[in-house]
């Protein structure tokens, strides 16, 4: 059963360039969740989507950052205009269905290091 | 007051010994609790989720206080292996994690 799968696993931008950012979950996984660690620092949620549908996005930027799941095909993390503040890794989560108490944990795909020079 | 917090170590321990690891979260609404492992930069995978009525997996056993909301992790018979940063996790119910920012652990031979 493979995991999560993320890619590039590496990316590099020069400032002011766009960046997209893959994942798709395991299989029989119906949500996604996007994290991003910047260097020397834990773990930051940034938004839960299931498909097609945003559900949280509470931990995104306000600007230049957007996420979608489409019904066909993996979730993408786009980042617009990047900036160097923006060099980090990208973790991507999933989990199944099912309430909470149980049955969703995440799990966490490879993760994509951006390096935005 | 950061949400969760962990104690940053490092813990050195030498092979076979008993190591814990404890952590506090503040928000009183947390519904779930995990424990992951990362290792050097890499994703973090998942240890154990812990129970109210504390749950044991192997070597390691983690309990849950919620009066106090503390958290502890207890690692019996320190493998090499367990090398990493452990990563305390809450959750409020809405599967927006919060990750504490780890505790390192160096088992030495």
């Keep these: 059963n493979a995991g999560v799968m993320q890619n590039p696993r590496h990316l590099v931008r020069r400032r002011g360039q766009e960046a997209r950012l893959r994942c798709s979950p395991m299989k029989g996984h119906s949500h996604v969740y996007w994290y991003r660690q910047l260097p020397e620092e834990g773990l930051k949620f940034m938004v839960y989507l299931q498909k097609e549908n945003i559900i949280d996005e509470s931990g995104m930027p306000k600007e230049r950052f957007s996420a979608e799941f489409p019904k066909e095909g993996p979730s993408i993390l786009r980042i617009q205009q990047v900036v160097r503040g923006d060099s980090a890794a990208y973790f991507c989560a999933s989990s199944p269905s099912g309430g909470t108490g149980g049955g969703y944990e995440q799990y966490f795909g490879p993760g994509t290091r951006l390096t935005v020079t | ?109």
Aim: glycine residues 6%.
């Design chain 2, 1 to 109: 007051r950061k949400e969760v917090e962990q104690d940053p170590g490092p813990f050195n321990v030498p092979e076979g010994a008993t190591v814990a690891f404890n952590c506090t979260y503040s928000n009183s609404a947390s519904q779930s609790f995990f424990w992951y492992r990362q290792d050097c930069r890499k994703e973090p995978k998942l240890l154990m989720s812990v129970y109210s009525s504390g749950n044991e997996d192997g070597r390691f056993t983690a309990q849950l206080n919620r009066a106090s909301q503390y958290i502890s992790l207890l690692i019996r018979d320190s493998k090499l292996s367990d090398s990493a940063t452990y990563l305390c996790v809450v959750d409020t119910g809405r599967r927006a994690l919060t990750f504490g920012s780890g505790t390192r652990l160096q088992v030495q031979p």
